[in-house]
């Protein structure tokens, strides 16, 4: 193995723990805390519009997605509404307590994710989490933003 990969993996498993330290006490309380606080995120974005197609984005499995869902919905946070598409299927959607709540948490959250990258100015941020979107998977950057990133990167 070589050094880079254990560099890595000691600097990802310590910001890890340094974000779960900072947001976790955030979220103490709401149903089933870091991924309720993702899946209602996900939910109130409009995306995805399925139980199965949450569970598949967010990487949780099917079952234990069904669970989840249910402690939002005994909260008043979501529904489980008929999908004018696709009879076999329910929407998930957002009611307006679950939006009060994400409007409050995304506050909240976003201070302790600066606490968590206090070691990085705004623009180092911002490229931090572009690259790491990209680096998860989670959204395709078009090639020249980045191109733009790498320049960026370069420059500092």
Same mark, same amino acid.
Do not use: A, C, K, Y
């Given at each position: 193995m070589s050094d880079t990969a254990l560099d890595l993996g000691a600097a990802l498993g310590s $910001? %890890?723990?340094s974000y779960t330290e900072m947001v976790g006490p955030r979220l103490d309380g709401f149903p089933q805390g870091a991924r309720g606080y993702q899946t209602l995120c996900e939910v109130v974005e409009g995306r995805p519009p399925s139980q199965a197609a949450l569970a598949a984005k967010l990487g949780? /499995? #099917?079952t234990m997605m069904t669970y989840l869902i249910d402690d939002l919905v005994e909260a008043g %946070?979501?529904? #489980? #509404?008929?999908?004018p598409d696709d009879r076999r299927q329910r929407r998930i959607v957002a009611t307006e307590r679950g939006r009060a709540a994400i409007a409050t948490l995304c506050v909240q959250v976003a201070e302790a994710e600066a606490a968590a $990258?206090?070691? $990085?100015? /705004?623009h180092e941020r911002v490229m931090f989490r572009r690259l790491l979107d990209k680096a998860s998977g989670l959204g395709a950057l078009h090639t020249a933003e980045a191109c733009a990133i790498v320049t960026e990167a370069l420059e500092v």
């Open positions: $910001l %890890l723990r949780i /499995d #099917r %946070l979501v529904e #489980r #509404r008929p999908n $990258l206090g070691m $990085l100015d /705004d």
